[in-house]
C-alpha cells in the first residue's frame, strides 16, 4: 500500500491542485469545441463529468471486489456489457445494438482464455480486472469505428454497391468490396501506437509497473504483450463486425440491400 502511494506521488500528487487543474482543463476543451463549431462541445463536458462520476465509484467498488474470482467475473461482464451497449448504440438505434456482443466477445475471449489457460494471467482480481478492461477497451474502439466506417461507406457509395450487384457480386461481397477499406483505417490508431512506443509515448502499462517498482525489462514486456494483444483483439473485432454490417445484421439495412 505505502509503495502504492508513493507511486502515485511520483506521477501526480492526489491534492486540492488536481482538482482545480483538471477542472480547468476539461473547461479549455468545452470552449475549444465550442469555438471550433465541432459540435461536440456539450459531448466533451458530459463526459469529463462521467469520467469523473465512473471512476470515483470504480475505485470504491474495485478495491472490494478484486479479493474475490468470481466478483471480479462479474464486474469484468459488467465492463463488457457496457462496452456492448456503447458499441451498439454507435451503430444502431435498433434492438441490434447487442449484436455488437460478437465482435467485441470474438476479439476477447480468446485472448483473455489463452492467458488464463497457460497460467500467465494469474487467477486472480488484481490481475484479470485490468488486463480484460485494457482489452475490452480496445475491441470497443475498433468495433465502433470500424462499423461506422463501413456504414458510412456503404451510404455514400451506395451506387457502387448497386453496380456490383448488377456485375454479378453476390450482396455481401458487394459490401465488403465498398467498406473494407474504409472500415480497416479504424486499426490506425493501434498501429500507430504500437510502431512509436518508447519514441513518442511511454504508456500507461510500461510507466505504471516502472513507477511500482517492476525493473524496465519486465515493464517493457508487459507492454509489449498489451500492444500485440491489443492489435490481436482489434483485428478480430474489425473482421467481424465487417461480416455482420456486409450481411445486413448491424447497423441500418445497407443501400442496395434486396430482398
Same mark, same amino acid.
Given at each position: 500500500?505505502?509503495?502504492?502511494?508513493?507511486?502515485?506521488?511520483?506521477?501526480?500528487?492526489?491534492?486540492?491542485?488536481?482538482?482545480?487543474?483538471?477542472?480547468?482543463?476539461?473547461? $479549455?476543451? /468545452? $470552449? +475549444?469545441?465550442?469555438?471550433?463549431?465541432?459540435?461536440?462541445?456539450?459531448?466533451?463536458?458530459? #463526459?469529463?463529468?462521467?469520467?469523473?462520476?465512473?471512476? #470515483?465509484?470504480? $475505485?470504491? /467498488?474495485?478495491?472490494?471486489? %478484486?479479493?474475490?474470482?468470481?466478483?471480479?467475473?462479474?464486474?469484468?461482464?459488467?465492463?463488457?456489457?457496457?462496452? +456492448?451497449?456503447?458499441?451498439? @448504440?454507435?451503430?444502431?438505434?435498433?434492438?441490434?445494438?447487442? @449484436?455488437?456482443?460478437?465482435?467485441?466477445?470474438?476479439?476477447?475471449?480468446? +485472448?483473455?482464455?489463452?492467458?488464463?489457460?497457460?497460467?500467465?494471467?494469474?487467477?486472480?482480481?488484481?490481475?484479470?480486472?485490468? !488486463?480484460?478492461?485494457?482489452?475490452?477497451?480496445?475491441?470497443?474502439?475498433?468495433?465502433?469505428?470500424?462499423? @461506422?466506417?463501413?456504414?458510412?461507406?456503404?451510404?455514400?457509395?451506395?451506387?457502387?454497391?448497386?453496380?456490383?450487384?448488377?456485375?454479378?457480386?453476390?450482396?455481401?461481397?458487394?459490401?465488403?468490396?465498398?467498406?473494407?477499406?474504409?472500415?480497416?483505417?479504424?486499426?490506425?490508431?493501434?498501429?500507430?501506437?504500437?510502431?512509436? %512506443?518508447?519514441? !513518442?509515448?511511454?504508456?500507461?502499462?510500461?510507466?505504471?509497473?516502472?513507477?511500482?517498482?517492476?525493473?524496465?525489462?519486465?515493464?517493457?514486456?508487459?507492454?509489449?504483450?498489451?500492444? %500485440?494483444?491489443?492489435?490481436?483483439?482489434?483485428?478480430?473485432?474489425?473482421? +467481424?463486425?465487417?461480416?455482420?454490417?456486409? @450481411?445486413?445484421?448491424?447497423? $441500418?439495412?445497407?443501400?442496395?440491400?434486396?430482398?
Amino acid at each position: 500500500m505505502a509503495l502504492a502511494a508513493a507511486a502515485g506521488n511520483q506521477l501526480l500528487p492526489v491534492t486540492p491542485l488536481l482538482g482545480v487543474v483538471v477542472a480547468v482543463l476539461l473547461a $479549455a476543451a /468545452v $470552449a +475549444v469545441a465550442g469555438w471550433g463549431l465541432l459540435g461536440h462541445g456539450h459531448a466533451v463536458l458530459r #463526459a469529463g463529468l462521467r469520467a469523473a462520476a465512473q471512476l #470515483a465509484a470504480v $475505485a470504491l /467498488v474495485i478495491t472490494w471486489v %478484486v479479493g474475490s474470482l468470481w466478483w471480479s467475473a462479474l464486474f469484468v461482464l459488467l465492463m463488457f456489457a457496457v462496452a +456492448v451497449r456503447t458499441a451498439g @448504440r454507435r451503430l444502431t438505434a435498433g434492438p441490434q445494438w447487442v @449484436r455488437a456482443a460478437v465482435p467485441i466477445g470474438a476479439g476477447v475471449l480468446p +485472448v483473455l482464455g489463452l492467458l488464463l489457460g497457460v497460467g500467465l494471467l494469474p487467477p486472480k482480481g488484481l490481475s484479470v480486472i485490468p !488486463v480484460a478492461g485494457i482489452l475490452i477497451g480496445g475491441a470497443l474502439t475498433a468495433t465502433s469505428l470500424a462499423g @461506422r466506417r463501413a456504414l458510412d461507406e456503404l451510404r455514400q457509395r451506395h451506387g457502387e454497391v448497386e453496380a456490383a450487384f448488377a456485375l454479378g457480386f453476390e450482396e455481401r461481397d458487394a459490401r465488403l468490396e465498398i467498406c473494407r477499406t474504409a472500415a480497416a483505417t479504424s486499426l490506425v490508431p493501434a498501429l500507430d501506437q504500437t510502431r512509436t %512506443v518508447g519514441l !513518442v509515448t511511454l504508456p500507461g502499462a510500461f510507466v505504471g509497473m516502472l513507477l511500482g517498482g517492476a525493473s524496465p525489462v519486465q515493464a517493457g514486456a508487459v507492454q509489449l504483450f498489451v500492444l %500485440v494483444a491489443l492489435l490481436a483483439v482489434e483485428s478480430v473485432a474489425v473482421v +467481424v463486425v465487417l461480416e455482420l454490417v456486409a @450481411r445486413g445484421l448491424l447497423g $441500418a439495412s445497407p443501400p442496395g440491400a434486396v430482398g
